[in-house]
């Protein structure tokens, strides 16, 4: 690589996102000689992200109107202008755009976007289209490289203008040998006892921050139909979110508390899912989840909506099951057919260990090599002229 700059920046709207998905790209990059600082709102991420690099809380705000988002604009000014850059990489809605725009004011060189989702997308709502399509559209002009994730985002992204190139990548990477090793019987043992499990439990887990989007509420509403006829059903919740409360008081209202089990944040996901035996999410709206690439790689049967992104993940019948956005009486259907048929399930697992050998990380971060090979390039870098347009590229 290239270039006179020694500096590169990762954004996102919090330091959580960077910690789950992006450490092996920064530290990549931190090998290779270039000092790697990381931008965010805090949050439980900011300790794990803050002890590698050098990192500044930003004051985004998931709502795109809040006033906190111009101070977040301003204070990117500032910050990418005194580091001068050689490319920054923007990660989440909100981030991308005020961040891409301080970046273009700030005359960053290298512009890279990882869309993990586009908020527009078939099902979604009007307002989503209405609000995030003209913005995403409007910001790819001040992008160098678009990175999508799943191929409904890649189709649609096509339509963009980009400065370079519009690139698609199976997701952001998964360490599938994480989940390699065998939990010992002594082990699992002990976690099922301190989970409250017996060995007989069917255990579905759910790794999914608690909010609106990623539904919750499907799964809690079938496990309560299923419960009556099959008391060994179990549920694990595993994340924190804004709906934490709101899905407790439901549970509890339900009479569930026997059968599913708020486990907040947790870094013992390979021990946890070792002793499921179905990884379900039941999103609205997704990229490409990191949750079930981890049960593919754990080698657990799968369930989950028919949408963008996970649908990527789920063959239907093969190595899982899909089912519409909040249909209940499906779900439940669905859930009762795996509740039945341990043998299905096993042959499911299996499945998902052979399909997800494509979305390894170490074949995701080979990729996304060349990519900062390509962005960080004096030979390719368009540097950005004071209107805020690409400057003809240096031979």
Not at 119 to 132: D, R, S, V
Not at 277 to 306: C, I, N
Request: aromatic share 10%; hydrophobic share 40%; proline share 4%.
């Amino acid at each position: 690589m290239e270039t006179d700059r020694k500096r590169i920046a990762f954004v996102a709207t919090v330091f959580g996102h960077l910690e789950a998905f992006h450490i092996p790209y920064m530290t990549l990059l931190k090998n290779k000689g270039y000092e790697v600082h990381a931008f965010g709102a805090v949050d439980h991420g900011y300790p794990g992200i803050s002890n590698r690099f050098k990192s500044f809380p930003i004051s985004f705000n998931k709502n795109p109107f809040h006033k906190d988002n111009w101070e977040a604009y301003m204070d990117l000014v500032f910050y990418f202008k005194e580091n001068e850059y050689s490319m920054v990489h923007f990660h989440t809605p909100i981030a991308s755009i005020v961040g891409r725009l301080a970046a273009r004011k700030a005359k960053i060189p290298s512009v890279v976007y990882t869309a993990h989702g586009f908020h527009f997308h078939g099902g979604a709502p009007l307002l989503n289209w209405l609000l995030y399509y003209p913005a995403e559209r409007i910001m790819a002009r001040y992008t160098d490289y678009l990175i999508t994730i799943n191929k409904e985002d890649y189709l649609r992204a096509k339509r963009f203008k980009v400065r370079k190139e519009i690139i698609y990548l199976p997701g952001i990477g998964v360490d599938t040998s994480a989940f390699d090793s065998k939990i010992s019987q002594e082990d699992s043992q002990s976690l099922r006892k301190s989970l409250g499990m017996q060995n007989g439990d069917f255990i579905v887990t759910c790794i999914a921050e608690l909010n609106s989007n990623k539904n919750q509420e499907q799964l809690i509403r079938a496990v309560h139909i299923l419960v009556s006829r099959y008391p060994h059903l179990k549920c694990l919740f595993i994340g924190q979110g804004n709906k934490a409360e709101y899905y407790k008081d439901q549970v509890a209202t339900l009479q569930l508390n026997d059968h599913i089990q708020f486990l907040g944040f947790r870094r013992d996901i390979p021990e946890l899912l070792a002793i499921s035996q179905v990884v379900a999410l039941v999103s609205k709206r997704e990229g490409l989840p990191k949750a079930l690439l981890e049960g593919m790689s754990a080698g657990k049967a799968l369930f989950g909506t028919d949408i963008r992104g996970i649908s990527d993940l789920i063959t239907d019948g093969k190595n899982g099951f899909l089912v519409e956005v909040s249909n209940i009486p499906q779900s439940v259907e669905v859930l009762e057919s795996m509740l039945q048929d341990p043998q299905m399930i096993d042959q499911m697992g299996l499945q998902s260990k052979c399909l997800v050998s494509k979305y390894d990380l170490s074949v995701v971060i080979s990729e996304m090599n060349d990519i900062y090979e390509k962005a960080l390039s004096k030979n390719v870098i368009g540097y950005i002229t004071a209107n805020g347009e690409p400057a003809e590229l240096s031979k």
